[in-house]
């Protein structure tokens, strides 16, 4: 069992910057893969961006791509997204995840979740 906690949401201007941050519980973490999904309320959760836990290769969505970058510290058992240029339209409940491969984190049905964080991004 792998126990998520998400911090760092809060209300920021457009254009400002976030760092939202991941615990993971367990001896085991630096061997999972760990992501970010979003959701707003009525819509699907979205995929964000991931991290390999083998070798530390990353992925992002289309949308973030230059603005957020994904990091780990294996040492703290903790998983940041660094979010940049902020848009309004980005204004959701910001998800962590954990499993075994990045493609099981991004598709796959299964894996870890945490409770969430809000992020709230004024105009």
């Known amino acids: 069992q792998v126990q998520l906690v998400e911090s760092g949401g809060g209300l920021v201007q457009a254009g400002g910057s976030l760092r939202l941050s991941c615990v993971a519980s367990g001896r085991t973490f630096g061997s999972y893969a760990m992501g970010w999904f979003r959701q707003v309320p009525g819509k699907e959760r979205e995929f964000v961006a991931d991290?390999?836990?083998?070798?530390?290769?990353?992925d992002y969505s289309d949308s973030v791509k230059g603005r957020f970058t994904i990091s780990r510290d294996n040492a703290k058992n903790t998983v940041y997204l660094q979010m940049n240029n902020l848009k309004p339209e980005e204004t959701a409940v910001y998800y962590c995840?954990?499993?075994?491969?990045?493609?099981?984190?991004?598709?796959?049905?299964?894996?870890?979740w945490g409770q969430g964080t809000q992020v709230t991004v004024s105009s």
């Open positions: 991290i390999s836990g083998r070798d530390g290769s990353t």
């Open positions: 995840k954990a499993d075994t491969t990045m493609w099981d984190l991004e598709y796959g049905r299964s894996g870890y």
